[in-house]
């Protein structure tokens, strides 16, 4: 892999996300987990009901994905990331609890960017559509919850080296705004 | 009258699944990789080369392109000297996406609106019917990821806005959208008709090869203009800054209502999917 790479492995800490900033270029490696919509939903019900979440928060990465299945033969099918705004109503609560990274693909709104700054978590981007590449860099793959959600089901995953990219770092900086400014053209 | 056995439709439809999955059509493939060569930013550049990548191991291996295999949207053209026979045609087709979907590994993405339950087998499709001259029957599937097809809306216009309204409406409804739609995207422009009837010519509009302008001057124009302002926002592949937020823009118009400009955006993402087949 290219030198320009950062590797990191989970659980990350605070001086781990410390040191990253937007448009670096990351590889992560160790235990992610996976959760979309409808997990979500449920994680957060669940703390409402004073219940535990799936696995342990603090420290964790989670991966917004709903994976193919898996072909016999692979740990897993195609898993690329899926849009995040939709989780932006959940992750705030998520992030005050310890999580230290969420990987996605677009923007996020004002309180998760705000979340990331006070509590030290970083939003990193995957390459939306690029399932089966991404797939080669996840080496097991296990339904810990909610397996009824098929698709949505929380997953653990065991990654090497796989490739995101810090998309909001935790000095509130934004790739998706400081992207488009620098290649804007103005007529 | 030609005879045509639904179960020959089911067949069809359940092979098209798989290959719309695995195989990225030839015109996006080669669209990526001009990208590749006008694109500035260097992330732009690798992000371009690992969606290029990730295409030759989908077609290798037989793995679908994306984790989202989408909805199936499937267009049927039926020569009206075509009888079915051998059973429910409607049936044949859900038959034929239950079994594409299940035995070639593709996600199930279809859900109840509110409970967000599974369906489980990806159906119901959504399938537009046409009736045409001829005895033969063309199929077209194009899975629709929802990723770009959330970041589609249909506008109704003033007819004062006029053509630049249009451009205007296209230009910010991709400003808007950023990386959500996993650019780079292709634009499906529909203007005219009705309501609903924009929002098929902008799907329809997806399905027109790429590097094939509107045969129509003043729309060809349109779709170049349209393109360059997009890419001239500067949020480049994944919206993580570039030249390249767009590979095209694909735009079908037909007369509306003298009361009305419809116009429908339909974004699509790079995983540009459809494969047809003529019985
Ligand atoms: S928008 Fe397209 S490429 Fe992106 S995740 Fe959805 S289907 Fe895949």
């Known amino acids: 892999?290219?030198?320009?790479?950062?590797?990191?492995?989970?659980?990350?800490?605070?001086?781990?996300?410390?040191?990253?900033?937007?448009?670096?270029?990351?590889?992560?490696?160790?235990?992610?987990?996976?959760?979309?919509?409808?997990?979500?939903?449920?994680?957060?019900?669940?703390?409402?009901?004073?219940?535990?979440?799936?696995?342990?928060?603090?420290?964790?990465?989670?991966?917004?994905?709903?994976?193919?299945?898996?072909?016999?033969?692979?740990?897993?099918?195609?898993?690329?990331?899926?849009?995040?705004?939709?989780?932006?109503?959940?992750?705030?609560?998520?992030?005050?609890?310890?999580?230290?990274?969420?990987?996605?693909?677009?923007?996020?709104?004002?309180?998760?960017?705000?979340?990331?700054?006070?509590?030290?978590?970083?939003?990193?981007?995957?390459?939306?559509g690029a399932g089966a590449l991404l797939a080669k860099s996840i080496k097991k793959s296990e339904v810990i919850a909610y397996e009824d959600l098929g698709p949505e089901a929380v997953r653990r995953l065991e990654v090497e080296d796989f490739p995101v990219i810090v998309v909001n770092d935790i000095y509130g900086n934004d790739l998706?705004?400081?992207?488009?400014?620098?290649?804007e053209v103005k007529d | 009258m030609r005879e045509v056995n639904v179960s020959e439709v089911t067949e069809a439809i359940k092979k098209l699944c798989m290959d719309a999955n695995y195989y990225l059509p030839e015109d996006v493939y080669n669209a990526l990789q001009e990208a590749l060569k006008k694109e500035k930013s260097p992330v732009g550049r690798s992000v371009l080369e690992q969606i290029i990548r990730n295409a030759d191991i989908a077609r290798e291996e037989r793995v679908a392109i994306c984790q989202d295999c989408g909805l199936a949207v499937i267009f049927m053209e039926i020569g009206q000297d075509v009888k079915f026979v051998g059973g429910d045609l409607k049936e044949a087709i859900f038959e034929g996406v239950r079994q594409g979907y299940k035995e070639g590994y593709l996600r199930k993405s279809t859900c109840h609106p509110f409970t967000r339950a599974n369906v489980g087998d990806n159906t119901p499709p959504v399938i537009h019917y046409d009736i045409v001259p001829g005895d033969k029957v063309r199929i077209v599937i194009a899975p629709k990821g929802g990723g770009s097809e959330n970041m589609s809306r249909v506008m109704m216009l003033k007819p004062a806005d006029g053509l630049e309204g249009v451009k205007d409406y296209v230009v910010q409804r991709c400003s808007e959208s950023g990386g959500n739609p996993c650019p780079p995207v292709i634009v499906g422009v529909g203007v005219g008709g009705t309501f609903e009837r924009?929002?098929?010519?902008?799907?329809?509009?997806?399905?027109?090869?790429?590097?094939?302008?509107?045969p129509d001057?003043?729309?060809?124009?349109?779709?170049?203009?349209?393109?360059?302002?997009?890419n001239k926002l500067g949020m480049g592949p994944m919206g993580w800054g570039g030249t390249v937020y767009a590979l095209a823009v694909h735009f079908e118009m037909e007369p509306c209502h003298i009361a009305s400009l419809p116009c429908a955006v339909n974004i699509n993402c790079h995983a540009a999917r459809h494969k047809e087949v003529t019985i």
């Open chain 2, 217 to 230: 001057l003043e729309l060809a124009a349109a779709e170049q203009e349209m393109l360059e302002r997009i």
């Open chain 1, 1 to 128: 892999m290219a030198e320009d790479y950062i590797k990191l492995t989970t659980p990350l800490t605070d001086e781990d996300v410390e040191k990253l900033k937007i448009g670096d270029r990351v590889l992560l490696n160790g235990v992610i987990y996976t959760g979309r919509d409808a997990a979500h939903k449920r994680m957060v019900e669940a703390l409402d009901r004073g219940e535990d979440l799936p696995f342990d928060i603090k420290g964790a990465i989670i991966y917004f994905v709903g994976p193919a299945p898996a072909k016999p033969g692979w740990p897993i099918g195609s898993a690329g990331p899926t849009t995040s705004y939709r989780m932006d109503p959940y992750s705030p609560r998520l992030i005050a609890l310890g999580l230290k990274g969420m990987i996605g693909k677009g923007g996020r709104s004002q309180e998760v960017i705000d979340a990331c700054v006070k509590y030290k978590c970083v939003y990193f981007g995957a390459i939306g």
């Open chain 1, 176 to 183: 998706e705004k400081e992207g488009r400014k620098q290649y």
């Open chain 2, 198 to 214: 924009s929002a098929f010519l902008a799907k329809k509009a997806l399905l027109r090869p790429l590097g094939r302008p509107n």
